[in-house]
């Protein structure tokens, strides 16, 4: 059906898009990868564009780099359990029967279309502020102390800003899910007598599991580089500096190119590492 | 329905469902309900809910005496130029991987995919570099063609989804019909496929507007679109809570309004095919 003439009219029309994808992706990465193995520091006007693994062995051995792979761990970590677990009772929720579904959806999904500055600020000063906030209220209320989030849990503080955002996210791609099991299967196991735990264990979340893969692997590579949320609420201090925002710090506030480079190219390495498997799910399901 | 549901029993999912709902909502509700009140009473103590004087008051303020305006009409023009340049180039390339596809077609996809994981500080230097070489830092442009760039593999994608769904068939009947590739595509295929470019655009605007690395830190004034501008609100003391609100509800508002739109193809976008 296709035509040699077709095929190269189809060839002409994916070029551009290939071509500015490609410049995108290799011109600044090979700049990147160019810098990691110099000493550019524009402040002290030093560049020396040859000092082999230098950056790299002093990135990897600074503690700073060991404690930023440990919060990210912890933040992206945390935040998943939270989303997950959370998505999957959500979704649970949402699939049963009841009146106004449709508006209960729309509250729920509500969160992942506002902007993350805005839900950082929104959090940090009007629900965690120590004097203001809603939280010290609440806990004044029931006659406790107050309790200042950002300085004394902030890396907690951060998770659950960035898990109200991406909760609805991971609640609407499994209930897509939930909705696509067929009812007669758990119909069935209900006349057999299997109580709701069971059905939950045996049928319902063996059905999710690639789904909640899904939405893990996308997470995660959105995750991995979380900016605007540690930039408005603590930046970076108190121990919630990620990887992604130390490379920040190296690069724009220290104007340590060589070495905020080389952690450039560690968090690239890091971030395809996941990207490998989401890929390969992707793949599969491009054949069917 | 197999299953017969007790009203009982659907009134008690509905009564948890609303609570969970207006609990994950709260925050939002609570900042527009702030943003209509004067400041001494957005954080008044014990807080106050609804029985306060309604004010518009933060809003005229937000809209007249800071930057607002700029940065809105900057977000505007950064989304919707960067979703108009990412359609121009993306639909060519969708429909023809969609209608011509090739051995490599799917490898090419897929590639495509990989550029969006690439972390976005491996590459923040040199586009600071490049952006100083050329003199568009802090420019419309310079934002416009990166938030193009990074939202190009999404937009692919999700047109490629759609235009798949078109049956061939219809083509072909068209060919027998002696169109050429001319009327084709103007008659035949873009009726079919506007839908798909609609909610493509509709999703591709969300994203954009609501990008907060690359429009944090290549922007300073002139440029800078509401993600920049809301960040500028961050110092810590009270006493701006009700403007905050009121600068934060407007920013938020039409990506709301559109988000809730396009819940179906938000699952589609964003796990690329992935979950159905």
């Not at chain 1, 319902?204 to 893990?216: F, G, W, Y």
């Not at chain 2, 005229?60 to 023009?77: C, G, K």
């Amino acid at each position: 059906m296709a035509t040699e003439h077709s095929k190269a009219a189809a060839r002409i029309m994916i070029a551009p898009a290939v071509f500015v994808l490609l410049v995108w992706m290799l011109v600044p990465l090979c700049m990147t990868l160019y810098f990691s193995f110099a000493d550019y520091r524009p402040l002290r006007a030093t560049f020396e564009p040859w000092i082999g693994f230098d950056n790299y062995v002093s990135f990897f051995t600074s503690s700073s780099f060991i404690s930023s792979v440990v919060t990210t761990l912890q933040m992206v970590g945390g935040i998943l359990c939270i989303t997950i677990v959370g998505g999957v009772l959500l979704a649970l929720l949402l699939d049963q029967p009841m009146f106004g579904q449709g508006i209960v959806r729309i509250l729920v999904i509500a969160p992942f279309f506002v902007m993350p500055t805005v839900s950082a600020l929104v959090w940090k000063n009007m629900f965690f502020n120590v004097d203001n906030g809603l939280f010290s209220y609440l806990y004044a209320a029931l006659g406790l102390q107050p309790y200042d989030f950002l300085s004394q849990a902030p890396l907690l503080s951060i998770i659950v800003i960035v898990a109200w955002q991406w909760l609805p996210f991971a609640t609407l791609i499994l209930l897509t899910a939930v909705q696509s099991l067929s009812s007669e299967q758990l119909e069935a196991a209900e006349m057999d007598g299997a109580p709701g735990l069971s059905r939950f264990w045996y049928i319902i979340l063996p059905h999710l599991s690639r789904a909640i893969t899904v939405v893990i692997l996308i997470q995660t590579i959105f995750l991995l580089s979380i900016f605007a949320e540690i930039f408005v609420t603590t930046n970076g201090a108190f121990g919630t500096r990620t990887l992604t925002y130390l490379v920040y710090q190296r690069v724009l506030e220290s104007q340590n190119i060589g070495l905020g480079s080389a952690g450039g190219i560690i968090a690239v390495i890091l971030a395809n590492i996941v990207a490998l498997f989401l890929m390969r799910i992707v793949g599969k399901n491009l054949d069917n | 329905m197999a299953r017969a549901i007790t009203t009982r029993k659907k009134i008690m999912w509905t009564a948890l469902s609303w609570g969970i709902g207006l609990l994950i909502f709260f925050p939002i509700l609570w900042t527009f309900l702030t943003s209509f009140k004067s400041e001494a009473t957005a954080i008044a103590d014990p807080p106050v809910w609804f029985l306060f004087d309604w004010t518009t008051v933060n809003y005229t303020d937000v809209l007249e005496r800071s930057n607002y305006p700029l940065a809105l009409t900057n977000s505007i023009i950064i989304a919707l130029g960067s979703t108009l340049l990412g359609i121009i180039i993306a639909v060519p390339a969708a429909w023809a991987m969609a209608f011509v596809p090739g051995k490599r077609t799917k490898d090419v996809l897929l590639w495509m995919l990989s550029t969006k994981m690439l972390p976005a500080v491996g590459v923040l230097y040199p586009l600071v570099l490049i952006a100083k070489y050329f003199g568009i830092l802090d420019s419309r442009i310079l934002m416009v063609v990166i938030l193009m760039l990074i939202n190009l593999p999404i937009i692919v994608w999700m047109l490629y989804t759609y235009f798949r769904e078109i049956p061939v068939d219809i083509l072909e009947a068209a060919r027998m019909d002696g169109a050429n590739l001319k009327s084709e595509i103007l008659y035949v295929l873009t009726p079919m496929a506007l839908p798909g470019i609609a909610s493509t655009i509709l999703l591709n605007i969300i994203l954009a507007w609501n990008e907060a690395f690359w429009t944090i830190l290549l922007t300073t004034v002139s440029a800078a679109p509401l993600t920049k501008f809301i960040a500028s609100f961050s110092a810590p003391e009270g006493l701006f809570y009700a403007k905050l609100s009121a600068a934060s509800m407007m920013a938020i508002a039409p990506i709301l309004i559109m988000g809730w739109f396009s819940q179906k193809q938000l699952v589609r976008g964003l796990t690329f095919g992935a979950v159905k």
